[in-house]
């Protein structure tokens, strides 16, 4: 059992406020998990403090079953058994590619060296590339030959700190793969941080969201998505439509008509907001009776889909519908607004007026 474990850690720069607060997160053994989070909120810094460069005020962290950091404990950053991916590779420009990824192998014999750089070279695809130098590789098979550098000395844990932020996003969705390729037939345990969502949502076995310096949120990908654990997490990952409502024998009560509730709301609950997802609705005619009405806003276009931006009358924000296909709409067009599937609804603790919903 190599998973990792972070229990209670609370850091902080010199005598600034806490960047980590009493911060809790398990990544099993073997797994990926994708740290998310806005900018600031201190991800670089929980990695900072895992890998072993900052010690936590508090707290403690634990590879596999032993401690590497706690009460009296610090163990420094090269006995952890952590191997790290930075943004941009890092590799030494002067040592070819077989050398670099052997770096890190330490007492272990010259052969056995050569013969686990070559093996990590071919999981990651670059079987043929060790005599090469650094310059000679592309951004994307440099971040390759880092991610063999980390996973040659076997280690407990891999930390990829937005490893592919200086790629183009078409060589980014290739890598990611092979990535989670390569670290699952290691059967290395990950820890990704990532500003991309979608990269978290399509790579990572667990997701973790961080806000204020603890996580708000662990879970698969889709249950994150599905079943984000309030509005704020929902409109982080992915995009979201928020609805006041009022909650009327299991269904929600909304601008955009009666939508059935995937789950029960705590007893008494009269009011809350729901939380739609834009691929759940769909724009219908002006005239079908069971569609709400709505003006189109804004079309913004993204090639394989569309998001519609709308407004209706009821509700300040913007409601969002995702359409695939030709777009036949325009801004200042009306149409109708139709409901699919079920909706989360998260309830308020202070009734809404009247006139919500
Ligand atoms: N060396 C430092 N000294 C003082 N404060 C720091 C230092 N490094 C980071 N901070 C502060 O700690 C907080 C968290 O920073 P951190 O880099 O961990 O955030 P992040 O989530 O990785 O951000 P981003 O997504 O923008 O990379 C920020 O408020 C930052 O200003």
Same mark, same amino acid.
């Given at each position: 059992?190599?998973?990792?474990?972070?229990?209670?850690?609370?850091?902080?720069?010199?005598?600034?406020?806490?960047?980590?607060? &009493?911060?809790?997160?398990?990544?099993?053994?073997?797994?990926?998990?994708?740290?998310?989070?806005?900018?600031?909120?201190?991800?670089?810094?929980?990695?900072?403090?895992?890998?072993?460069?900052?010690?936590?005020?508090?707290?403690?962290?634990?590879?596999?079953?032993?401690?590497?950091?706690?009460?009296?404990?610090?163990?420094?950053?090269?006995?952890?058994?952590?191997?790290?991916?930075?943004?941009?590779?890092?590799?030494?420009?002067?040592?070819?590619? %077989?050398?670099?990824?052997?770096?890190?192998?330490?007492?272990?014999?010259? %052969?056995?060296?050569?013969?686990?750089?070559?093996?990590?070279?071919?999981?990651?695809?670059?079987?043929?590339?060790?005599?090469?130098?650094?310059?000679?590789?592309?951004?994307?098979?440099?971040?390759?030959?880092?991610?063999?550098?980390?996973?040659?000395?076997?280690?407990?844990?891999?930390?990829? @700190?937005?490893?592919?932020?200086?790629?183009?996003?078409?060589?980014?969705? #290739?890598?990611?793969?092979?990535?989670?390729?390569?670290?699952?037939?290691?059967?290395?345990?990950?820890?990704?941080?990532?500003? @991309?969502?979608?990269?978290?949502?399509?790579?990572?076995?667990?997701?973790?969201?961080?806000? @204020?310096?603890?996580?708000?949120?662990?879970?698969?990908?889709?249950?994150?998505? %599905?079943? !984000?654990?309030?509005?704020?997490?929902?409109?982080?990952?992915?995009?979201?439509?928020?609805? !006041?409502? &009022?909650?009327?024998?299991?269904?929600?009560?909304?601008?955009?008509?009666?939508?059935?509730?995937?789950? !029960?709301? !705590?007893?008494?609950?009269?009011?809350?907001?729901?939380?739609?997802?834009?691929?759940?609705?769909?724009?219908?005619?002006?005239?079908?009776?069971?569609?709400?009405?709505?003006?189109?806003?804004?079309?913004?276009?993204?090639?394989?889909?569309?998001?519609?931006?709308?407004?209706?009358? #009821?509700?300040?924000?913007?409601?969002?519908?995702?359409?695939?296909?030709?777009?036949?709409?325009?801004?200042? @067009?009306?149409?109708?607004?139709?409901?699919?599937?079920?909706?989360?609804?998260?309830?308020?603790?202070?009734?809404?007026?009247?006139?919500?919903?």
């Amino acid at each position: 059992m190599t998973g990792l474990r972070v229990t209670a850690v609370t850091t902080s720069y010199g005598r600034g406020a806490r960047v980590l607060d &009493r911060l809790d997160l398990t990544v099993p053994d073997g797994e990926l998990t994708a740290v998310l989070g806005p900018s600031g909120c201190g991800k670089t810094t929980l990695l900072r403090v895992i890998a072993g460069f900052l010690t936590p005020d508090t707290g403690e962290i634990s590879l596999g079953e032993r401690t590497v950091s706690g009460p009296g404990v610090h163990v420094p950053p090269e006995r952890r058994g952590v191997g790290i991916v930075a943004q941009e590779g890092a590799l030494f420009p002067h040592m070819d590619v %077989a050398r670099n990824v052997a770096f890190g192998l330490r007492g272990v014999g010259r %052969a056995e060296r050569r013969a686990r750089a070559a093996e990590m070279l071919e999981l990651v695809g670059l079987g043929s590339y060790g005599t090469r130098m650094p310059h000679e590789l592309s951004g994307g098979q440099q971040q390759r030959v880092a991610l063999a550098r980390a996973l040659a000395p076997r280690p407990a844990l891999v930390l990829l @700190d937005e490893p592919f932020n200086a790629l183009d996003s078409a060589l980014r969705a #290739g890598l990611r793969s092979d990535v989670r390729t390569a670290l699952r037939a290691a059967g290395t345990t990950a820890l990704l941080v990532t500003h @991309d969502q979608e990269e978290a949502l399509s790579s990572a076995d667990r997701i973790a969201v961080i806000r @204020d310096g603890g996580v708000v949120q662990t879970g698969t990908p889709q249950e994150v998505y %599905a079943r !984000p654990a309030d509005t704020w997490v929902a409109s982080f990952i992915g995009a979201a439509v928020l609805l !006041p409502a &009022r909650v009327k024998a299991s269904h929600a009560i909304t601008v955009l008509g009666r939508i059935p509730l995937t789950e !029960p709301t !705590p007893e008494g609950t009269r009011t809350g907001t729901v939380i739609l997802r834009p691929e759940q609705l769909r724009l219908v005619p002006a005239s079908e009776a069971s569609g709400t009405r709505a003006r189109v806003t804004e079309v913004r276009y993204h090639g394989h889909d569309a998001l519609i931006l709308l407004t209706t009358d #009821g509700l300040s924000t913007p409601i969002t519908v995702r359409t695939t296909g030709p777009i036949t709409i325009h801004a200042g @067009d009306e149409t109708g607004i139709a409901v699919a599937g079920t909706a989360i609804l998260h309830p308020h603790r202070n009734p809404l007026p009247d006139n919500a919903g």
